[in-house]
């Protein structure tokens, strides 16, 4: 860019990092979740800068509290293959009893696909064989997110004392 050279590049790359951290440091490994927009937020700071799709999914225990978070796929400018067996295969590994997936939309735009609503609906029915809740499924835009969960679009809502309350 004109007026910009490699070093200011550099010193900007390096800010927006620190704040990716920053953020990062809110979803630590124990954190509660709360209220959904700190989830958006952790997530917009996560994926939004991929220039490809990437599918992750945070796990969480009981009472709602960050297991870990993984970026699980990684495809193409509009599409991931997401593997169900491989996502319920970590979360029994974690002996987690909550998941919320998520992915990206390079796009910028958090319109969901029918390829989207459909992988919603077998991940929703898939974990729930296992005991495990799919919480919600929220695609990231360039500064917005879409919750499935706050659309409806879920099949079943979690209890309202489990999280958010």
Request: hydrophobic letters at 40%; a negative charge; aromatic letters at 8%.
């Amino acid at each position: 860019m004109p007026g910009l050279g490699p070093a200011k590049y550099a010193v900007f790359q390096a800010a927006l990092e620190l704040g990716r951290r920053h953020i990062a440091e809110a979803m630590a490994p124990g954190t509660k979740l709360d209220h959904p927009s700190s989830a958006y937020l952790f997530l917009r700071s996560q994926l939004r800068d991929y220039p490809n799709e990437v599918f992750a999914a945070m796990f969480l225990d009981t009472q709602c509290r960050v297991l870990e978070f993984l970026p699980m796929f990684h495809g193409t400018v509009n599409a991931t293959p997401v593997y169900p067996r491989e996502l319920i295969r970590k979360a029994i590994g974690l002996n987690a009893s909550a998941v919320i997936v998520a992915h990206n939309h390079p796009s910028g735009s958090t319109q969901p696909s029918s390829q989207d609503r459909i992988l919603t609906r077998h991940l929703h029915k898939a974990l729930d064989l296992v005991g495990i809740k799919l919480l919600d499924h929220i695609i990231v835009g360039d500064n917005q997110c879409l919750s499935f969960a706050e659309q409806g679009w879920l099949e079943q809502q979690p209890e309202p004392d489990q999280c958010f309350a």
